[in-house]
């Protein structure tokens, strides 16, 4: 890797987190750039026919600057491979360089030769657990100039899923839509998709305390068709994974937990956050009232949506007294 005062010329991102790597590619061509706005950009397809790395990594006639961006390197031929490196290693100062390997196995031994030629290397982590969705929804709703919280943020993601793209999308959409002010009503009115609305996203915010998104969540999901027992269900199931995960004590490592239970890793990360505002007696309270809203939606009350409306505020409001 250069040292000392040498200009940055080639910079290795490592990633296969599409939204991360493509801004992790947009912040390396702006650095060589240099600040020349018309620098040229040159894209190189991996799927295209073998290229001439000389001819390619070499001046404009009119001496400009040029930023080659070479995606999915480890896709690269063998042969290939070889030659570019070796252009590589003799780049004109005129010419800016961006390589970008998807990580993992294939190709594994091209980022240690990249990176022994490139200025700077840059890792793109991949993005797994709910807590790293959730900070990037709140960041990405910042680096938008909006403001948000954090249950606005988890209706977010109980509302359009996973998918860091769909995510970035939805984000820009709302901070646009709402002059930058990103509150939980105001996911619940833009970006509540039936297909996602569920009675765990109902037992979420009903466990985290928060009456509001909770009742939004719930009235959402029974317009929508869910049945009122798997929103029973899902409340039950949310209060005895907190349950279990706080009678092992704040101390226990998740990973051990997760195998000791027989659950995922993220909904035990989940359970231990939503357990800390919780005693013994509050989940007995909620439990309680579960337990006499299941028994309404399966014939015993009259009204179904009014003895869950119930079971949530009880929940809710037993969190926050507890």
């Known amino acids: 890797m250069a040292q000392g005062s040498e200009p940055t010329s080639v910079i290795l991102i490592?990633?296969?987190?599409?939204?991360?790597?493509?801004?992790?590619?947009?912040d390396a061509v702006v650095e060589l750039r240099q600040g020349d706005d018309s620098a040229e950009i040159i894209a190189v397809d991996p799927d295209a026919p073998a290229a001439d790395w000389s001819v390619l990594l070499s001046p404009s006639l009119f001496g400009d600057r040029q930023i080659v961006v070479i995606r999915r390197v480890q896709d690269v031929a063998s042969d290939e491979v070889k030659r570019l490196l070796a252009a590589l290693t003799d780049l004109p100062a005129e010419i800016g360089v961006v390589v970008v390997h998807a990580g993992g196995q294939k190709g594994r031994g091209l980022?240690?030769?990249?990176?022994?030629?490139?200025?700077?290397?840059?890792?793109?982590?991949?993005?797994t657990k709910y807590r790293e969705r959730l900070d990037f929804v709140q960041s990405e709703i910042v680096r938008r100039g909006g403001t948000t919280t954090e249950p606005a943020a988890r209706a977010l993601?109980?509302?359009?899923?996973?998918?860091?793209?769909?995510?970035?999308?939805?984000?820009?959409?709302?901070?646009?839509?709402?002059?930058?002010?990103?509150?939980?009503?105001?996911?619940m009115r833009y970006h509540a998709i039936p297909a996602e609305v569920t009675g765990f996203a109902v037992a979420d915010a009903a466990v985290d305390g928060d009456a509001a998104a909770a009742l939004a969540q719930l009235r959402w999901a029974l317009a929508t068709g869910v049945s009122p027992v798997l929103v029973t269900?899902?409340?039950?199931?949310?209060?005895?994974?907190?349950?279990?995960?706080?009678?092992?004590?704040?101390?226990?490592?998740?990973?051990?937990?997760?195998?000791?239970?027989?659950?995922?890793?993220?909904?035990?990360?989940?359970?231990q956050r939503q357990a800390r505002g919780w005693r013994p007696e509050g989940i007995t309270?909620?439990?309680?009232?579960?337990?006499?809203?299941?028994?309404?939606?399966?014939?015993a009350g009259v009204d179904p949506a009014y003895a869950l409306e119930r079971a949530v505020l009880t929940v809710s409001s037993a969190r926050v007294a507890s």
Not at 233 to 242: F, K, T, V, Y
């Open 233 to 271: 269900s899902a409340l039950a199931s949310g209060l005895r994974q907190i349950a279990r995960v706080a009678s092992a004590g704040r101390t226990a490592r998740s990973a051990e937990l997760a195998r000791e239970l027989g659950l995922p890793p993220w909904k035990v990360e989940r359970a």
């Open 111 to 127: 980022v240690k030769s990249f990176g022994e030629i490139a200025s700077r290397r840059i890792d793109v982590p991949k993005v």
């Open 285 to 299: 309270i909620a439990l309680t009232a579960v337990a006499a809203a299941d028994a309404a939606v399966k014939g």
């Open 14 to 26: 490592v990633g296969d987190e599409a939204v991360l790597v493509d801004r992790a590619v947009d």
């Open 157 to 187: 993601l109980d509302g359009v899923g996973s998918d860091l793209a769909a995510l970035a999308m939805a984000c820009a959409q709302l901070v646009a839509d709402t002059g930058g002010r990103v509150d939980v009503d105001a996911v």
